[in-house]
């Protein structure tokens, strides 16, 4: 009886000593992020190499790799990373994605996080196609939700 009973606590600190650690790698995961947003998207828009289809996502600024990760929350999976440019002489009072649509594409251009500034510019979505005036009277802004740490 004295061995069934040594084996059932062998094993509940085994299960508590994995439990803790899960903890703490999740606190660590989310410890490297200076803020986390949310925004919903009602068409398709690409993002780097991705494509986000209409839905909920999260991203947060991840500090230690200068990153931004972008979240399907429908799917709680990570669907996108890009790197952060941070300009902080570029400061706006809301925070918004800037999408860039030429016809039926859109492209995020630029993040911009109130009270931090731009995180993520990418000057020319679309490459050498399309021009100054066009361009700045076809963006379309998609407010965030920013909580901040």
């Given at each position: 009886?004295?061995?069934?009973?040594r084996q059932y606590f062998a094993s509940w600190k085994l299960f508590l000593g994995i439990l803790?650690?899960?903890?703490?790698?999740?606190?660590?995961?989310?410890?490297?992020?200076?803020?986390?947003?949310?925004?919903?998207?009602?068409?398709?828009?690409?993002?780097?190499?991705?494509?986000?289809?209409?839905?909920?996502y999260s991203f947060t600024l991840d500090q230690a790799t200068d990153t931004i990760v972008i979240?399907?929350?429908?799917?709680?999976?990570?669907?996108?990373?890009?790197?952060?440019?941070?300009?902080?002489?570029?400061?706006?009072?809301?925070?918004?994605l800037l999408v860039r649509v030429q016809g039926k594409h859109r492209v995020v251009y630029s993040?911009?996080?109130?009270?931090?500034?731009?995180?993520?510019?990418?000057?020319?979505?679309?490459?050498?196609?399309?021009?100054?005036?066009?361009?700045?009277?076809?963006?379309?802004?998609?407010?965030?939700?920013?909580?901040?740490?």
């Amino acid at each position: 009886m004295k061995a069934n009973h040594r084996q059932y606590f062998a094993s509940w600190k085994l299960f508590l000593g994995i439990l803790l650690v899960a903890g703490v790698l999740a606190a660590a995961a989310h410890a490297g992020a200076l803020f986390t947003g949310t925004f919903t998207l009602t068409n398709n828009v690409h993002w780097g190499q991705a494509v986000l289809p209409p839905g909920d996502y999260s991203f947060t600024l991840d500090q230690a790799t200068d990153t931004i990760v972008i979240r399907d929350l429908a799917a709680d999976k990570i669907v996108a990373r890009e790197f952060a440019r941070i300009d902080s002489t570029n400061v706006s009072d809301d925070s918004k994605l800037l999408v860039r649509v030429q016809g039926k594409h859109r492209v995020v251009y630029s993040v911009q996080v109130a009270g931090w500034g731009e995180i993520y510019n990418r000057a020319n979505p679309f490459g050498t196609r399309g021009g100054g005036v066009e361009e700045a009277r076809n963006t379309e802004a998609v407010r965030i939700e920013v909580a901040q740490k």
